[in-house]
T-cell receptor, first 112, second 112 residues
């Protein structure tokens, strides 16, 4: 069965610090990979996605993620976080079925 | 372009009462989903639909029913609400082939 693991449940950073959130999945075939963000009190929004091609994917608001197939990973990065990045971040994977498999989320708090 | 619209946004029910949550999308998406989101448990899929007139169970279907009589609408019903169904409910839709989900703004349901 497919599964998604997000290593960090809670992350606290100061503004301008660099961010890396881990995401690993278990599925041996071709995958589509996603990162979503949920700002406090809001719904989930797509940050970025990977289907094929360049494994380094750039998304909105300066976020990027790198797909490393050999490690089954799709880590999210941002060089310099802002207070407005405070949110919950979800990694999701789609393999051979019609549903996304979700990680449990990482809560990011950025202190000004 | 409204995207995905959920109604109502908030609701308080008494144990045993019934209600229907409505999800409407105007993007001509084939797939629609109902999730519940609870603290520390991420997103859990309740039911989903891959086309008009078809529905399928997700991870946590018990106590819920759904219908997709029209392509643009996906209804979630609670026949006899229980306090364990207190949650935030999100509807999402996607094209076939998974280009990513578009989420509604959520319904906060409290069962007392």
């Amino acid at each position: 069965a497919q599964s998604v693991s997000q290593h960090n449940h809670h992350v606290i950073l100061s503004e301008a610090a660099s961010l890396e959130l881990g995401c690993n999945y278990s599925y041996g075939g071709t995958v589509n990979l996603f990162w979503y963000v949920q700002y406090p009190g809001q719904h989930l929004q797509l940050l970025l996605k990977y289907f094929s091609g360049d494994p380094l994917v750039k998304g909105i608001k300066g976020f990027e993620a790198e797909f490393i197939k050999s490690k089954f990973s799709f880590n999210l990065r941002k060089p310099s976080v802002q207070w407005s990045d405070t949110a919950e971040y979800f990694c999701a994977v789609n393999g051979n079925n019609r549903k996304l498999i979700w990680g449990l989320g990482t809560s990011l708090a950025v202190n000004p | 372009n409204a995207g995905v619209t959920q109604t109502p946004k908030f609701r308080v029910l008494k144990t045993g009462q019934s209600m229907t949550l409505l999800c409407a999308q105007d993007m001509n998406h084939e797939y629609m989903y109902w999730y519940r989101q609870d603290p520390g448990m991420g997103l859990r899929l309740i039911h989903y639909s891959v086309g008009e007139g078809t529905t399928a169970k997700g991870e946590v279907p018990d106590g819920y029913n759904v219908s997709r009589l029209k392509k643009q609408n996906f209804l979630l019903g609670l026949e006899s609400a229980a306090p364990s169904q207190t949650s935030v409910y999100f509807c999402a839709s996607s094209k076939a082939g998974h280009t990513g989900y578009t989420f509604g703004s959520g319904t906060r349901l409290t069962v007392v």
